[in-house]
Structure formats: structure tokens, C-alpha cells
């Protein structure tokens, strides 16, 4: 009897878990552009790291939107992306340019650790390449366009960025660029729906008062 009991209430919790995660819903954050205090200006255009206040925290982050312009203070609502969002058909880029240009995009992103500002910018040129291939000529700019074909070679259509970087996407209706930042990144805190504690409430009742005959 004590062991259906335990079955019983192991069995509850891991669907009540399930629940409150398929009930949780991320909120959207309040992203600003800040500066571009580690970017080097190629071709009069700041290439490298951007300067992002989210939710109040500082980070640095690459944009991946060569064809959309901001200014310093620019402020809009965005979302965090995670390479499981991508892959179920979210981001600015998913429609245009797939899944696979995320994943070349990732690798990139991936060999920025232990680079001096100039290497990241050519790292930041080859990814606009890859998100904008029509707008943007790397003839003048070798070691950019040697990672732009090491990228899209093939070797890392399938690349898993999973730990390694996150995508701030805008929200609807906001005209402005994309970012990509190192996971983890601050995270869209999740609440369960109201209707989901509704229907649980039931079950821990049953769980208490079987703790209670025992």
C-alpha cells in the first residue's frame, strides 16, 4: 500500500511539473542600445561588440541585422531566444534565411572567447555575410571572408550553440535589429497560468490527505 501511495504522489508531482512548464510563458524584456565602446568602424560602420542594457543589465552583444540602423538610446521590447526557439521557427532571420544560417551564425559566435577586438569584428562581418549574403562584399576584408567560408562550408549546418549563445529577438511591430549574446543571458522570467493552479490544487489535497492515513 505505502508503495502506490509513493508511486502515487511521484507520479503527481511529475505532472504537476510538466504542467507548470508547459503553462509558463515568457515574458517579453526591455532592451537599449548603449553604446559601442569595443566595435572598430569598418568602412564607416561599427563592427564588434554593441553595448545593451536588458531589464536594467548591461551586456555586450553582436548585431546579425546589417540592413536595419539604430542610434545610441534606442529602446524596444524583445525577447529571448534559445537555439530550441529557433528550431521551431522563431527569429527575425528564420523565414529568410533558415534555421541553418543560425546554426553557421552560432559556430562564429563560438570562436569570439580569447579574440582581440579586431578578430571579432571580421568574426562580425562574416556573420552580417551570412544573414545579409546580397549586401555585403568581403573582397576587401580576407581573414572576414575566410571565416564566412569556413562557416557555410558545411561542416556546422548543424551546429549546437545551445550553450554557447542566445538570441534577442524584437517583438512585432519594432523595426529594429537582431542580437546575439553568450548564454546564459538574463533570463524571461515564467509565471503558470491561473487555470493550471486551478487543477492542481485538487491533486495536492489528495497527496495530503494520504500523508495524513499513514
Not at 144 to 150: K, T
Not at 187 to 208: I, K, R
Request: proline share 5%.
Amino acid at each position: 500500500m505505502m508503495q502506490t501511495k509513493t508511486l502515487f504522489i511521484t507520479t503527481f508531482f511529475c505532472l504537476a511539473l510538466g504542467l507548470f512548464t508547459s503553462a509558463a510563458q515568457a515574458l517579453p524584456v526591455t532592451a537599449k542600445l548603449t553604446g559601442v565602446s569595443d566595435a572598430v568602424v569598418i568602412d564607416g560602420v561599427y563592427t564588434g561588440y554593441y553595448d545593451l542594457q536588458v531589464d536594467g543589465t548591461n551586456l555586450l552583444a553582436l548585431c546579425d541585422d546589417y540592413e536595419t540602423s539604430m542610434s545610441l538610446g534606442d529602446t524596444w521590447q524583445a525577447t529571448w531566444l534559445t537555439r530550441a526557439d529557433v528550431l521551431a521557427g522563431k527569429g527575425k532571420f528564420n523565414a529568410s534565411r533558415g534555421v541553418q544560417a543560425y546554426n553557421e551564425v552560432g559556430y562564429l559566435f563560438s570562436l569570439l572567447d580569447g579574440t582581440n577586438r579586431w578578430k571579432r569584428a571580421q568574426i562580425h562581418l562574416a556573420i552580417w555575410k551570412i544573414m545579409s549574403p546580397t549586401s555585403l562584399d568581403l573582397d576587401d576584408e580576407p581573414l572576414a571572408r575566410s571565416y564566412y567560408l569556413e562557416a557555410t562550408s558545411g561542416a556546422h549546418d548543424n551546429f549546437d550553440w545551445s550553450g554557447v549563445m542566445r538570441v534577442l529577438t524584437p517583438l512585432p511591430g519594432y523595426h529594429v535589429q537582431e542580437y546575439l549574446a553568450a548564454a546564459p543571458t538574463p533570463a524571461n522570467h515564467s509565471v503558470p497560468e491561473p487555470g493550471m493552479l486551478w487543477l492542481l490544487l485538487p491533486g495536492l489535497g489528495l497527496v495530503f490527505r494520504l500523508g495524513r492515513r499513514r
